[in-house]
């Protein structure tokens, strides 16, 4: 297991030891009201996230944890109707004007760790601070299943202010026989993984991660209906790409890798300079950007072929073009809104550029650099709306905590970035909300209960002051500025005012308090503002 450890803690992001993080802390009575009785949600329009035109208005019913009515409150353009039942509810929220969504499932999840962030708390009220009722962990506390799966089971007890959690682990994390080096020891690892409660499989294809060994975990996973997920790293990318593990059965592929190295024009593997070193960080994601322009052209009958046979397996693309957006914009990544009230000064200190951080690769970051990136983005943009528009399933993942991006703040940047591909606004809350929830409850089979604001549902919905729909910058928790034409000055506008998960409603504003007064309280601890 060390050996694996160790590479992991170079490629990708450091296990935590579960001496060194915090105890998730209980959540008080301030943080969160509910569920109740009877919960009315009035005079809203409700986008209802598969893909549906926004209507209302109308008002939301929620007993307990689930949603029992949506009723009619009026016409467009005239006066609601008074006296609407029901009435005598155990909590009203006026909300008369404001836009109802279901609640954001972030398919690409990990928590803190000591050096950056040792209180998970902050990343789950961030994340419920932009909507994010659910997480799949890909995984949220390294190789710390024990900690992942209390927290999973705490927070479905609503026991700490925290979105539902899907516990994904690393194969071969968690258990005390070795290193996962075989397919029967991969498949024995999935069989104990499942035993205790672990919702899917993460492979990094690299390490101990040979692509027979996926391959068997792959198969027993689907056997006993956990999930599968892959970052197809350029290790085993060669032997194993993103055309290869969707033909083997994965459920998902994060990230970008695989794709491209499967649509290489001319060549089997990418052309990278003969200097090249994969522990390198800035050579490794300042080269992967470089391979745009070793594929075949967007919409050739190879790109083509090759998003038809994505879509034969049913693989998902779970995209977080987010967490590498800083690789096209450094400046604008570094200094936006919200770092500064809202970046643990820990967290800013482990985002600088350095050879020790995984993620911190800007060493001397040029704009040659940025240029090959932009170009990527626009391919692999194409890509990704490509597969939407014939069928394919998209999600929306963060993979916040590193690259500048925190959490809830990089999340809704994903929406930005899928407008930006091709996307809809009404595509985008789709893909943010009942694709993530299928393919999340697809390994187990049936529908699932969450993900669309509809009768019967689980009671996890977004209430938002602005249209998201007109403007995504609307949810960021840091709001949006619109000169006001009354008196020719800017204000701030937008930021979601309530997220509802089990019927407990979460002050929004209130929760970003909290953030703010943590991050400040660092900073003092510190002798000063972080620099």
Known sequence: MKLRLAALLLAFAAPVLAADMQPTPARTAAEGAGPYPTLVVRGVTIIQGDGAPPY??????IQGDRITAINPAGTPGLPM?????????????????MFVLPGFVDMHGHNGDPQKSPDPSYAYKLWLAHGVTTVRSV?????DVAHALSDKRRSAANQIAAPHIYAYQTLGSGWDKGDVTTPAQARAWVQWAAKQGVDGVKFFNRGDDSPDVEKAAIAEAKKLGLGTVAHLSQPYVGQFNARDAAAAGLGTVTHFYGHFESLLNGRTLQDSPATYNFNDEQARFGGIAEIWDQIVEPGSPEWKAYLEAQKATGVTFDPTMTIYSAS???MRARNADWQAEYTLPSLWDYFQSNRDNHGSYFFDWTTANEVAWRNFYKRYMA??????????RVTTGSDSGFIFQIWGFGYIQEFELLQEAGF?????IRSATIEGARTLTDPKGGAPDFGTVRVGQRADIVIAPENPLQNFKTLYGTGFQRLNPQTNRLETVG?????????????????????????????????????
């Open 81 to 97: 109707r008074p006296d609407r039942k029901p009435q005598g509810a155990t909590r009203e929220i006026d909300a008369t004007g």
């Open 328 to 330: 096209r914009d450094l």
């Open 56 to 61: 209302g208005p109308a008002d939301i019913v």
């Open 139 to 143: 995984p949220m506390f390294g190789d």
């Open 383 to 392: 890509l990704v709306n490509d597969y939407k528009n014939m069928g394919g």
């Open 495 to 531: 930021g979601i005012r309530y997220t509802v998960k089990d019927g407990i409603v979460y002050d929004a504003p209130a929760l970003l308090a909290e953030i703010r007064a943590q991050v400040s309280a660092e900073k003092a601890a510190r002798g000063g503002a972080a620099k």
């Open 424 to 428: 809809s606004p009404l595509e985008v």
